[in-house]
């Protein structure tokens, strides 16, 4: 399964031929809600399923919009899927793919670092609007992964690299048990666009929040769900399925405009690989505790190396321990404010440098108990590192900062 010579950049540029209206370069907007039937004999066709978006034939904005289908078509095509669909979110992409799988009495095993809006939906909400039961385990543990699934559960989740803690999920064993317990595994991989293809290790859907990498402008909220042909369809039943009924639907202009990002994606992530792997490396021989996926020490190094895509380096992102939530506020107060070296908030992907302290903010929603298990220590704080200035000199700064915070 593992195939080390699959090239995203190569295949999403093979996918990419849908030309403007006028034979623009660009592929027109579909702004519209509802599509002409040309004669009536096709409208009962169409609503039995026989005739879809692969036929020609479009029948309503929430169910299926061209320039939407393009947007998926894309991303799919970077992640070797069969099929690709754009929502109105990461997390309604998360929400309706585990929906259609395990609402109503199913089970999810979960990995127990995610990112938190994710985990208050498999911890809480699921469990208590829909009947979804979810145990969380330690995803690095496979023992008791495989332990876990003996319950019965049809879904087995996880990120590609856990938020915040950046350790890599071993994709190709947990597809192995998932399939053994006739589950599907579902990666997130919203951290590693291009970067790891989650698909050539045999993931069955894989979900990115688009907002984050995929725009790197940090200017619409969107999700993308690659997967199967059958199991789009599923999503888009009708009757039954909770992309159709439930309804986050992206818009066509977003998608037009997020099919613009897609060709410098592979620019832009090798770009923040290259600048994390600079910062991580002279922040190591500074003396700081860095975890980055591309440092030796890294517990994960071998594996991200083995599973990862050629020439596309180790992510954007890393984190530093500052010890105690004080000291890593200061270091984010005097980084933003005195050297404006980059912002403090939330999110990641952005062309400027964003920088978060996850005990108290994108992790939150859990427990200290749990972040505590989870290995989020309070001190803990994280950086996506962006694309602007140089990057010498914002490593300067960065030394700076810590200094004036020891
Ligand atoms: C941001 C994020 C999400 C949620 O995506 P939205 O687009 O904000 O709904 C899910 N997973 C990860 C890893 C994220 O970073």
Redesign the pocket.
């Known amino acids: 399964m593992t195939n080390r010579t699959f090239d995203p950049q190569q295949a999403m540029a093979d996918a990419r031929h849908e030309f403007g209206e006028h034979g623009g370069v660009n592929m027109s907007i579909e702004a519209s809600t509802t599509f002409t039937v040309m004669t009536p004999d096709l409208m009962p066709e169409i609503f039995s399923g026989q005739l879809g978006p692969t036929g020609g034939c479009y029948l309503y904005g929430r169910h299926f919009n061209p320039t939407v289908f393009v947007l998926g078509r894309m991303v799919a095509a970077m992640e070797g899927a069969e099929t690709g669909y754009g929502t109105a979110?990461?997390?309604?992409a998360?929400a309706a793919v585990i929906m259609q799988r395990c609402g109503g009495g199913g089970k999810v095993v979960s990995s127990n670092t995610?990112?938190g809006?994710?985990w208050a939906l498999l911890d809480e909400y699921l469990p208590k609007n829909c009947n979804v039961e979810t145990t969380f385990v330690d995803i690095q543990d496979l023992a008791s992964v495989e332990n876990a699934m003996k319950n019965g559960a049809s879904v087995l989740y996880t990120?590609t690299l856990s938020?915040p803690t950046l350790r890599t999920a071993d994709i190709s064993s947990l597809a192995k048990i998932a399939h053994d317990h006739d589950a599907i595994l579902v990666v997130?991989n919203?951290?590693t666009p291009m970067i790891i293809s989650p698909m050539q290790h045999g993931a069955d859907v894989v979900?990115h929040?688009?907002?984050?990498f995929i725009s790197g402008a940090s200017d619409v909220?969107?999700?993308i769900i690659c997967c199967s042909k059958s199991f789009l369809e599923e999503l888009m039943d009708l009757h039954l399925g909770s992309l159709m009924l439930m309804g986050p639907t992206m818009d066509p202009i977003v998608a037009f405009r997020l099919s613009l990002r897609l060709p410098h994606l592979a620019a832009r992530m090798k770009e923040h690989s290259a600048r994390a792997m600079y910062f991580a490396k002279q922040l190591q021989e500074f003396g700081q505790v860095v975890m980055y996926s591309g440092l030796p020490e890294h517990p994960d190094y071998n594996l991200f190396t083995k599973i990862a895509n050629k020439d596309f380096g180790y992510g954007g992102l890393f984190t530093i321990d500052m010890g105690d939530a004080e000291r890593a506020n200061k270091l984010m107060d005097v980084l933003q404010n005195k050297f404006k070296f980059g912002y403090m908030a939330v999110?990641?992907g952005y062309f400027e440098t964003l920088m978060s302290c996850p005990g108290t903010s994108t992790s939150s929603e859990m427990s200290e108990e749990v972040q505590r298990q989870a290995g989020i220590s309070p001190g803990l704080v994280r950086f996506s590192i962006g694309l602007t200035g140089g990057v010498e000199e914002r490593c300067e700064q960065m030394k700076k900062a810590i200094k004036l915070c020891s």
């Open positions: 979110s990461g997390l309604s998360i995610l990112y809006g994710t990120e938020n997130d919203t951290f979900i929040s688009a907002t984050k909220i969107a999700g999110s990641l």
